[in-house]
């Protein structure tokens, strides 16, 4: 968990997930009820704005990132595959996100409530249908799957050349 003010903060390579909740300065794990989930203004961190996340990450676990209204950008690492529920909503000023291309699935609130326009997602990422809010434009993202096939035509080239 998160305790500082910094306006940046790096997250150490090796880290594979991170927890839920865990950029709240307040959080209490064993009184913390998730359906009464709400909060003071003092528990609200203000004052982070860029958060590095390392290549290692895999998982953004619920509520991870919630309410970080500083929050202006994000890089999602390629090997990241889950975004959880809520994990960015209410990030106010949240406008940019570039999503890896190892994502697989982004769940249910994961960008509510952020300031963002328009997403490009990899082709195959499942998203449900309120990860985020009706405005946003998603843009999926099919150069890995024109990619897939080039390569797949290529080997076909080839086979047919090794049966000549």
């Keep these: ?14 880290i594979k997930s991170l927890d839920f909740c865990c950029f709240f300065p307040n959080y209490k794990p064993s009184d913390f009820d998730i359906h009464d989930l709400e909060f003071e203004e003092n528990d609200l961190n203000e004052t982070l704005e860029e958060v590095v996340l390392p290549n290692s ?72 249908d309120k990860a985020f809010d009706e405005h946003v434009k998603i843009v999926r993202d099919v150069k890995f799957k024109q990619e897939e096939s080039t390569s797949l035509k290529g080997k076909q080239d080839i086979k047919k050349k090794n049966k000549i």
Excluded: W
């Design 1 to 14: 968990m998160y305790l500082g003010n910094d306006s940046k903060v790096v997250v150490p390579e090796g």
């Design 57 to 128: 990450l895999e998982n953004i676990e619920a509520y991870c990132f919630n309410k970080l209204e500083s929050l202006k950008s994000i890089v999602i690492p390629d090997n990241v595959n889950t975004i959880s529920n809520y994990a960015f909503a209410d990030c106010k000023n949240l406008n940019t996100v570039h999503f890896g291309e190892g994502l697989k699935t982004i769940k249910e609130g994961a960008f509510s409530g952020c300031s963002l326009k328009e997403v490009h997602l990899p082709f195959d990422c499942v998203v449900d």
